[in-house]
């Protein structure tokens, strides 16, 4: 079924449908070997219409459009090009570039050029974005302007205002931004390294300090926390004597600028209470789960010893993301090809509400009613191949669930397969085999396939249940009730706990799998009922053991985005004159911040798939060998009893 689909989607599918805009005959702009390779800009006849709710229903601008090789520099109108050509003819040169093809008429009346659409009504200067050319709209102290205008007039002598063009267009992008780009681009990249090179770092402490470290970074914790509600409240007090700063978030509204957020009293109490809880939290833990700490920080020691001595598998991660990467490309190129399988399709527009035809699919030679246009609207057709695409691309999303599962599980899998070896071994490190990764993996793949793409496969369908949910609430918004929301709301609260408990279960269930080699059920029974009988040593352990890792990650995350913050601001005087300065720093701040965390994530999963699999390996050695002892003794005593009856008859006669 996997290669049908994706045959069938490539034999059907043209990804130039999406790479390429399409004119209103159906034809793609920058297409080679066609008349349009040198246009490759989407022009718009009346870009205002592009406003109209009709789009819903054409799933396309109910205007002409035209492939064109540069977009317009300069406002104009028809009106005004027919007065001007009088005088010159340089302006009809210029004007005529924008109308169709074939078309050399400047005397034409213009009612009859805007119902026979022959040339736009005016031109507005434009700039190419995602091929398309839109206005270039340019803000002036504070008002948005299209060549310092705000105002202007088409071919009728009807007022319309940049507001309208830029509701229209529905992109309104600043200049600054777009030329900045690549300087953020290079900076986050700068700040990753930094990340990598950090988390590394930690890495390696834990390996020698793994005890005093993880104490030092959860009294850091507590101390950062502490200076922040010491900090928000110093904030508080100052801002009580600012007008306006009583305003409520709400009021506000959401605004790209988050220096307006922080000039209200309300955003800082929400961060001194947020400080507040999360301190409270790690103080309770530390007094109330003291020893269950102690224990989690050994195990971490254990997990920093052995990956200190298989340092390999810190670096296999990198092959779950080239995995992944092909998992999503696959998906992605899959569902291009799904999306533009279909044959063009055209619809009629009219500015007649009278004309029966509109809204109709049609052909473009056929005949319509006066000014009526047949434009191309979007890529359809009636087949029973188009019929079901959208049950295509539900089984694409499937099949790219089940393999991103499949990739996370083969390196769980592998990963307890060495951390395993490394457990059972005797003398550390002379009796850890050789290539000990390479060897799991090739296990993983050659014994334990069909026990991982199960349990992918479980896990999966459960995901895909969860996103129909969320797709269906998106289609109800606005036609449903209380009842229907209260379902809604409860299924998929359902489907979150279900998919949380798979998920747990599979990490398990993949984790005994790779030690004792049994099928994924089997598997999976035994680490449940191991769990159940230490249900509170696992939920404790658990939870501190993660909670110490995430604390090890917002350290990492937290020291990167400090640095990143005065690299940004030009507040670290090495570099102060060497870097430019960033108009709006908030962007490639929160990447480097959420990619460092990130980076992070990724190292420290191997430590807790690490801490996972020696606490199973631990209590499952310490559940059989009191079983191993008493099923011994009772084969023992078996075997002394045969003994004895034995002796028993055949010296029984003589006794007598």
């Known amino acids: 079924?996997?290669?049908?689909?994706?045959?069938?989607?490539?034999?059907?599918?043209?990804?130039?449908?999406?790479?390429?805009?399409?004119?209103?005959?159906?034809?793609?702009?920058?297409?080679?070997?066609?008349?349009?390779?040198?246009?490759?800009?989407?022009?718009?006849?009346?870009?205002?219409?592009?406003?109209?709710?009709?789009?819903?229903?054409?799933?396309?601008?109910?205007?002409?459009?035209?492939?064109?090789?540069?977009?317009?520099?300069?406002?104009?109108?028809?009106?005004?090009?027919?007065?001007?050509?009088?005088?010159?003819?340089?302006?009809?040169?210029?004007?005529?570039?924008?109308?169709?093809?074939?078309?050399?008429?400047?005397?034409?009346?213009?009612?009859?050029?805007?119902?026979?659409?022959?040339?736009?009504?005016?031109?507005?200067?434009?700039?190419?974005?995602?091929?398309?050319?839109?206005?270039?709209?340019?803000?002036?102290?504070?008002?948005?302007?299209?060549?310092?205008?705000?105002?202007?007039?088409?071919?009728?002598?009807?007022?319309?205002?940049?507001?309208?063009?830029?509701?229209?267009?529905?992109?309104k992008c600043d200049r600054m931004w777009l030329v900045n780009?690549?300087?953020?681009?290079?900076?986050?990249?700068?700040?990753?390294?930094?990340?990598?090179?950090?988390?590394?770092?930690?890495?390696?402490?834990?390996?020698?300090?793994?005890?005093?470290?993880?104490?030092?970074?959860?009294?850091?914790?507590?101390?950062?926390?502490?200076?922040?509600?010491?900090?928000?409240?110093?904030?508080?007090?100052?801002?009580?004597?600012?007008?306006?700063?009583?305003?409520?978030?709400?009021?506000?509204?959401?605004?790209?600028?988050?220096?307006?957020?922080?000039?209200?009293?309300?955003?800082?109490?929400?961060?001194?209470?947020?400080?507040?809880?999360?301190?409270?939290?790690?103080?309770?833990?530390?007094?109330?789960?003291?020893?269950?700490?102690?224990?989690?920080?050994?195990?971490?020691?254990?997990?920093?010893?052995?990956?200190?001595?298989?340092?390999?598998?810190?670096?296999?991660?990198?092959?779950?993301?080239?995995?992944?990467?092909?998992?999503?490309?696959?998906?992605?190129?899959?569902?291009?090809?799904?999306?533009?399988?279909?044959q063009a399709v055209y619809k009629v527009t009219s500015p007649d509400v009278s004309c029966p035809y509109t809204n109709r699919t049609c052909n473009p030679e056929s005949a319509l009613c006066q000014a009526s246009q047949c434009l191309f609207a979007f890529y359809g057709g009636e087949t029973s191949y188009h019929r079901h695409l959208f049950l295509l691309q539900v089984y694409n999303l499937l099949i790219f669930l089940w393999l991103l599962n499949f990739s996370l599980a083969l390196e769980q899998c592998t990963l307890a397969g060495t951390f395993a070896s490394y457990y059972w071994a005797r003398r550390k490190p002379q009796d850890i085999p050789a290539c000990p990764l390479f060897s799991s993996f090739s296990r993983a793949i050659r014994y334990h396939t069909g026990s991982l793409a199960f349990g992918a496969l479980v896990l999966s369908v459960a995901q895909l249940v969860r996103l129909i949910l969320e797709y269906l609430e998106n289609k109800l918004k606005g036609v449903d009730n209380s009842l229907s929301?209260?379902?809604?709301?409860?299924?998929?609260?359902?489907?979150?706990?279900?998919?949380?408990?798979?998920?747990?279960?599979?990490?398990?269930?993949?984790?005994m799998v790779a030690i004792y080699g049994k099928n994924f059920c089997s598997s999976a029974r035994e680490a449940f009922f191991l769990l159940m009988r230490n249900v509170v040593r696992v939920a404790v352990l658990d939870r501190v053991t993660d909670f110490l890792l995430f604390l090890g990650k917002v350290l990492i995350a937290g020291g990167v985005g400090v640095v990143a913050f005065f690299f940004f601001t030009r507040k670290i005087p090495v570099i102060q004159e060497e870097e430019p300065n960033l108009n709006y720093y908030w962007v490639p701040l929160l990447t480097v911040v959420m990619g460092a965390y990130l980076i992070a994530h990724g190292f420290f999963s191997v430590y807790a798939i690490c801490v996972d699999t020696l606490f199973l390996c631990f209590y499952r050695n310490k559940v059989q060998?009191?079983?191993?002892?008493?099923?011994?003794?009772?084969?023992?005593?078996?075997?002394?009893?045969?003994?004895?009856?034995?002796?028993?008859?055949t010296t029984g006669p003589q006794g007598l």
């Open 1 to 171: 079924m996997l290669l049908f689909t994706v045959v069938m989607t490539w034999l059907h599918g043209d990804p130039r449908k999406v790479l390429h805009p399409t004119d209103s005959y159906g034809q793609f702009c920058g297409q080679k070997e066609t008349s349009n390779e040198k246009k490759p800009i989407l022009f718009y006849f009346n870009i205002l219409k592009c406003a109209n709710p009709a789009i819903l229903i054409n799933l396309q601008c109910p205007t002409t459009q035209m492939c064109l090789s540069k977009c317009p520099d300069r406002f104009a109108t028809y009106t005004e090009m027919q007065l001007q050509h009088k005088l010159s003819k340089s302006y009809w040169e210029y004007y005529r570039q924008f109308c169709k093809p074939g078309f050399n008429n400047p005397d034409k009346p213009v009612s009859q050029v805007l119902r026979d659409e022959d040339c736009p009504s005016m031109i507005v200067p434009s700039r190419p974005f995602l091929q398309r050319c839109l206005p270039d709209f340019i803000t002036l102290n504070g008002t948005v302007t299209v060549a310092n205008r705000t105002s202007f007039k088409d071919a009728l002598e009807m007022a319309h205002t940049v507001t309208e063009l830029e509701h229209a267009a529905k992109n």
């Open 181 to 342: 780009m690549t300087l953020y681009l290079c900076m986050c990249a700068r700040g990753l390294l930094v990340a990598l090179a950090v988390s590394l770092l930690f890495i390696l402490l834990l390996r020698f300090t793994a005890g005093t470290l993880l104490w030092a970074t959860i009294i850091t914790v507590i101390l950062l926390l502490a200076y922040g509600m010491w900090y928000c409240s110093m904030v508080l007090s100052q801002l009580r004597h600012t007008a306006g700063s009583e305003v409520a978030i709400v009021e506000v509204g959401l605004h790209t600028d988050l220096h307006v957020y922080l000039q209200l009293t309300q955003t800082w109490i929400i961060l001194l209470v947020s400080l507040g809880l999360a301190e409270a939290s790690i103080l309770l833990m530390l007094i109330f789960l003291r020893r269950r700490v102690r224990v989690a920080i050994a195990l971490l020691r254990e997990a920093s010893k052995a990956i200190g001595y298989i340092m390999s598998t810190l670096f296999f991660p990198l092959i779950t993301f080239f995995l992944v990467s092909v998992c999503v490309s696959y998906w992605a190129v899959t569902a291009v090809y799904l999306a533009s399988s279909g």
């Open 485 to 511: 929301r209260f379902i809604m709301h409860c299924l998929k609260c359902c489907f979150w706990c279900l998919e949380k408990v798979i998920r747990y279960m599979n990490r398990n269930a993949y984790i």
């Open 625 to 649: 060998a009191p079983m191993v002892r008493h099923y011994f003794n009772i084969v023992i005593c078996f075997y002394l009893k045969i003994l004895e009856m034995y002796n028993a008859f």
